[in-house]
């Protein structure tokens, strides 16, 4: 009965589009280097999803680790999410913290935040996810903000679940954010299948770490992200390896409609929006250290890292263009 109700419940065709990474220097060209599915040509967003790095894992002593300088967001959310090593975070509102495995840290860049990101003297090995999340238009100049939630685990039969945001499998989130959202940490035990009951209105991706993964009846390999449109009241995902678990990031939620000029660390609705956004950042940067009278700043100051903040680069020469779900 209840395979007739899950048949009732979607579509009759899956059909996962499988997004494949590019590398990215991250910080600058001696930085580490990252493996980013989102944005594509094809696609631009998953729910408010609009960013997903994925690195290691990487040993230090070889990369060097990670270590971004301060540089400013606006309206967005970065949500950090390790696997292994630690990862020192400092902000422009004050919050000093450290990423761990299985702990969100979650910041709300908003109207504009600057932040660093420096992977800690004791970390060896260096591995997870760097995502990002567009703010609606409603409140994407919505004021500075920290969240940290170390999720308990979920276990089920053949996998184990941390819920970072949303719900799944009977475990909530209690970080706030602005738009409806799914984040979850899923490993699979070898030979498993779990099938995961979710909302039908959303849209979900399925970032593999490591391992191969069958999701909907589509094999995903390592650092591939598989896309599936709303309709789906469950997911089903199985590993059909014998012998080792496969660990994998489900993210979800319901399509956002707006369309958003993304560019650098910065998140607007026009052209105009991120050169200013880049303008204000640019005069931060010259602006004289306690120098009063000029107004409040735009980012803010980022305290206890040691080295100069990332200027932003220079806007291409034609305008930047808005770019929705997909293309």
């Not at 001696?30 to 290691?56: E, K, N």
């Not at 761990?100 to 997870?128: F, K, W």
């Not at 970080?175 to 299948?193: D, K, M, Q």
């Not at 735009?298 to 890292?305: A, H, I, L, Q, S």
Request: overall charge negative; some cysteine.
């Amino acid at each position: 009965m209840g395979r007739e109700l899950q048949e009732r419940e979607v579509p009759t065709v899956s059909k996962v589009e499988v997004l494949t990474p590019r590398d990215v220097p991250l910080g600058g060209p001696r930085a580490m280097t990252v493996r980013r599915t989102l944005p594509q040509r094809t696609r631009s967003l998953i729910g408010a999803w609009c960013f997903a790095d994925h690195y290691g894992p990487d040993d230090v002593a070889d990369t060097g680790g990670m270590d971004v300088a301060p540089h400013p967001h606006i309206g967005l959310q970065t949500v950090s999410w390790l696997f292994t090593g630690e990862i020192e975070h400092r902000d422009s509102l004050g919050s000093h913290a450290f990423v761990r495995p299985g702990e969100l840290n979650l910041m709300t860049g908003g109207h504009g935040i600057a932040h660093t990101e420096v992977s800690t003297p004791d970390t060896t090995v260096l591995h997870g996810v760097q995502l990002w999340v567009a703010l609606p238009d409603a409140h994407r100049d919505a004021p500075r903000d920290f969240q940290h939630h170390a999720p308990a685990p979920v276990d089920l039969p053949g996998a184990e679940i941390r819920v970072f945001l949303g719900s799944l499998a009977g475990s909530a989130s209690p970080v706030r954010t602005f738009t409806p959202l799914l984040g979850a940490e899923l490993v699979l035990r070898p030979g498993a299948e779990v099938s995961l009951a979710v909302d039908p209105a959303f849209e979900h991706g399925l970032l593999v770490d490591t391992g191969e993964l069958r999701f909907a009846g589509t094999v995903l390999r390592r650092a591939e992200l598989g896309y599936l449109e709303p309709g789906f009241g469950h997911l089903t995902l199985t590993n059909d390896s014998d012998t080792d678990p496969a660990r994998a990031i489900l993210l979800g939620g319901p399509p956002f409609e707006e369309e958003i000029v993304m560019w650098w660390n910065f998140i607007g609705r026009s052209h105009a929006d991120v050169a200013r956004a880049r303008e204000d950042w640019t005069a931060e940067l010259a602006r004289p250290a306690g120098q009063q009278g000029l107004g409040e700043p735009r980012f803010g100051e980022v305290e206890g890292y040691d080295g100069a903040p990332l200027p932003a680069p220079e806007l291409p020469s034609v305008p930047l263009r808005a770019r929705g779900r997909a293309r």
